[in-house]
């Protein structure tokens, strides 16, 4: 009985012992360690939440670069979302290929053949022209910016833009310096690239070497006398003299062969 009571009471003195310990720690370093584990939760809570807003704001970009049609549009586009990857330079790529397509077409972008205002005049062709080659050259400076080959794609494609803006307004010379560069860019890791830049600038010479005629407008009038003046006739003219000449010819030839036929019927036979 006795040891038993002596077991009980050394027991009831350990847990005793053992709360006072833990009731200490607590005080002294309880509350440190717990303020660590709080801030560990915090960071983990943060870093979660920004992960979930960046993967937002790359979803957003791209679905606003898929929905607009305007280079307006996506202009904007670039400026909302410069800091996504490879939003910015494709936004910019995308407008200028729409205003090559408009000057192709003779169309404004957004509108059909036959809509109001849909045709392009001369000096709205230019000035798209215009256009297009900033947002190509915005595309090319903000790619070149891009640390190794990231940014190589993004630059071929706008300079290939921009020669193509360059040679729809006459700069030959232009289109040469962009197409050379493409082909120095392009050289060793995209040899198909550099191997279409060298075929553009072959076809820039064959561009250079032909021969633009003169407008009707631009033809010299040539003076034959005091009162009256020579003018060369256009070419509409010059294809009814041809025609009116092929037709007298024909007529000769015709009656020619009409008097030629009776002398042959009168002709005796040989005895």
């Known amino acids: 009985m006795d040891d038993r009571l002596k077991q009980v009471q050394t027991s009831d003195l350990t847990d005793s012992r053992l709360n006072h310990e833990f009731v200490a720690w607590l005080k002294t370093s309880g509350m440190n360690y ?9 960071a983990f809570l943060a870093w979660d939440w920004w992960n979930r807003k960046q993967g937002e704001a790359i979803d957003t ?11 307006a549009a996506l202009r904007g586009v670039a400026r909302t979302h410069a ?5 910015a330079e494709l936004s910019l790529l995308t407008a200028g290929d729409i205003l090559l397509q408009s000057v192709r077409s003779g169309l404004r972008p957004g509108l059909a053949a036959g809509d109001e205002g849909a045709e392009l005049t001369p ?3 230019a000035k798209s022209l215009v256009e297009a080659d900033a947002f190509f050259a915005e595309a090319v400076e903000l790619a070149s910016a891009r640390p190794g080959f990231a940014g190589k794609p993004m630059m071929i494609a706008g300079l290939f833009g921009r020669a193509a803006a360059a040679e729809g307004a006459g700069r ?19 040899p198909p690239l550099a191997e279409q830049a060298n075929a553009r600038l072959e076809n820039l010479d064959g561009i250079e070497a032909h021969a633009s005629l ?28 041809f025609e009116a000449e092929d037709e007298e010819a024909a007529e000769a030839t015709s009656e020619t062969g009409d008097e030629a036929a009776p002398e042959a019927t009168e002709t005796p036979a040989a005895p």
């Open 61 to 71: 970009a791209w679905t606003e670069l898929a929905s607009a049609t305007s280079p």
């Open 34 to 42: 717990l303020l660590m584990l709080l801030l560990v939760a915090c």
């Open 123 to 125: 000096e709205d062709k």
């Open 172 to 190: 030959l010379d232009d289109a040469r310096t962009h197409l050379e560069k493409v082909v120095e860019i392009s050289t060793p890791e995209y």
């Open 83 to 87: 800091a996504v990857d490879g939003v």
């Open 214 to 241: 003169p407008n009707q407008a631009d033809l010299p009038v040539i003076a034959v006398g005091e009162e009256e003046a020579f003018t060369v006739p256009a070419a509409d003219d010059l294809l009814e003299m």
